[in-house]
T-cell receptor, first 112, second 108 residues
Framework: EDQVTQSPEALRLQEGESSSLNCSYT??????LFWYRQDPGKGPEFLFT???AGEEKEKERLKATLTKKESFLHITAPKPEDSATYLC?????????????FGGGTRLMVKP | DADVTQTPRNRITKTGKRIMLECSQT?????MYWYRQDPGLGLRLIYY???????NKGEISDGYSVSRQAQAKFSLSLESAIPNQTALYFC???????FGPGTRLTVT
């Protein structure tokens, strides 16, 4: 059974204080690992897909990295507008439906 | 304009009532998905569709049914709503799962 665990559950940062969010996964063959941002009352917003260990992707202050067991979302010099819940999900290569298994999310709060 | 729209955005209904949630997309994607989100349980897949003639059950399909009326439209129905179906419902499209804004459903 595919599993995704995100840590920490909540993270409070001061503006400008860089940090990382963790996504640990177990999957029977990884097709892709996905990161999303979700604001309260809204649908998740697609950020990145990573396909193989060693791959990195960047978007503004966010950088996602991938190993064979986990992914990190690095946030550099965060701003209050980066406050949101960040979701990680995996897609297994033997999954005919391309279904995603989601983690519980990390709620990030950035204070000015 | 939003690429994925959902209606209604909020709905309160009573136990036993039939309710339909609708999803439309302008992205031209063949694949569409319905999820529910509950505090502490994350997002869970209800149904998915690869095209108009292809409907598949997800992780938690009991108590739900779907209809893919066209490439752009995918509806989720609760035939007889029950209180534990109170949740946020999201529609998504394509393998990357571009999500709609969600429907907050409350069953009393």
């Amino acid at each position: 059974e595919d599993q995704v665990t995100q840590s920490p559950e909540a993270l409070r940062l001061q503006e400008g204080e860089s940090s990382s969010l963790n996504c640990s996964y177990t999957v029977s063959g990884l097709r892709g690992l996905f990161w999303y941002r979700q604001d309260p009352g809204k649908g998740p917003e697609f950020l990145f897909t990573l396909y193989s260990a060693g791959e990195e992707k960047e978007k503004e202050r966010l950088k996602a990295t991938l190993t064979k067991k986990e992914s990190f979302l690095h946030i550099t010099a965060p701003k209050p507008e980066d406050s949101a819940t960040y979701l990680c999900a995996v897609q297994a290569s033997n999954n005919a439906g391309n279904m995603l298994t989601f983690g519980g999310g990390t709620r990030l709060m950035v204070k000015p | 304009d939003a690429d994925v729209t959902q209606t209604p955005r909020n709905r309160i209904t009573k136990t036993g009532k039939r309710i339909m949630l609708e999803c439309s997309q302008t992205k031209g994607h063949d694949r569409m998905y319905w999820y529910r989100q509950d505090p502490g349980l994350g997002l869970r897949l209800i149904y998915y569709s690869f095209d108009v003639k292809d409907i598949n059950k997800g992780e938690i399909s009991d108590g739900y049914s779907v209809s893919r009326q066209a490439q752009a439209k995918f509806s989720l129905s609760l035939e007889s709503a029950i209180p534990n179906q109170t949740a946020l419902y999201f529609c998504a499209t394509s393998d990357e799962q571009y999500f709609g804004p969600g429907t907050r459903l409350t069953v009393t």
